[in-house]
T-cell receptor
Framework: DAKTTQPPSMDCAEGRAANLPCNHSTISGNEYVYWYRQIHSQGPQYIIHGLKNNETNEMASLIITEDRKSSTLILPHATLRDTAVYYCIVRAFYGGATNKLIFGTGTLLAVQP | NAGVTQTPKFQVLKTGQSMTLQCAQDMNHNSMYWYRQDPGMGLRLIYYSASEGTTDKGEVPNGYNVSRLNKREFSLRLESAAPSQTSVYFC???????????FGQGTRLTVV
């Protein structure tokens, strides 16, 4: 399974864009990049995922580099409620029915007022 | 819409006791997962079930057993609890290998 590397913590001012980087240099061609977040020990919440094209939804944008070795999650207008641990995950799946979702240590995003 | 429901929410066990953590989802998902999260750490996969009738080990399966009772339910059993199993346990489900996983609110287990 490809591993991910994220900074342990980041700060962002309220109302500004939060850009969270993730390195996944060993990603395989059929592996997706997923982002989840966990607010104060609640169950993790899905944010967005992508394969090689940039993706956008109501929560965030995901920018994946052309070589797919890194990606950036963008929260366009961060609020205090976005303070959470953000996990970048490369989803491993094989030819059969296996479907692992392996979490790393994530980035603690602290949105400052 | 309940989503993923875990029971109990809190539990205290004595060393050597056994217990089963229950998880049920009402989204007709094929895949289900059990994770543990220790203080200040990320989630670690214990076991997963890609579909009804199948289970596979994750990163930290030792000391645990699982049962995929039916498509809806996936239980995690501790046969002889140890203090090292003190953790928050999360259950999750997803429709298939490509779709997002939905998590329960967790079971906080303390083994004394």
């Amino acid at each position: 399974d490809a591993k991910t590397t994220q900074p342990p913590s980041m700060d962002c001012a309220e109302g500004r864009a939060a850009n969270l980087p993730c390195n996944h240099s060993t990603i395989s061609g059929n592996e997706y990049v997923y982002w989840y977040r966990q607010i104060h020990s609640q169950g993790p919440q899905y944010i967005i995922h992508g394969l090689k094209n940039n993706e956008t939804n109501e929560m965030a944008s995901l920018i994946i580099t052309e070589d797919r070795k890194s990606s950036t999650l963008i929260l366009p207008h961060a609020t205090l409620r976005d303070t959470a641990v953000y996990y970048c995950i490369v989803r491993a799946f094989y030819g059969g029915a296996t479907n692992k979702l392996i979490f790393g240590t994530g980035t603690l995003l602290a949105v400052q007022p | 819409n309940a989503g993923v429901t875990q029971t109990p929410k809190f539990q205290v066990l004595k060393t050597g006791q056994s217990m089963t953590l229950q998880c049920a989802q009402d989204m007709n998902h094929n895949s289900m997962y059990w994770y543990r999260q220790d203080p200040g750490m990320g989630l670690r996969l214990i076991y997963y079930s890609a579909s009804e009738g199948t289970t596979d080990k994750g990163e930290v399966p030792n000391g645990y057993n699982v049962s995929r009772l039916n498509k809806r339910e996936f239980s995690l059993r501790l046969e002889s609890a140890a203090p090292s199993q003190t953790s928050v346990y999360f259950c999750a489900s997803s429709e298939d290998r490509y779709t997002e996983a939905f998590f329960g609110q967790g079971t906080r287990l303390t083994v004394v």
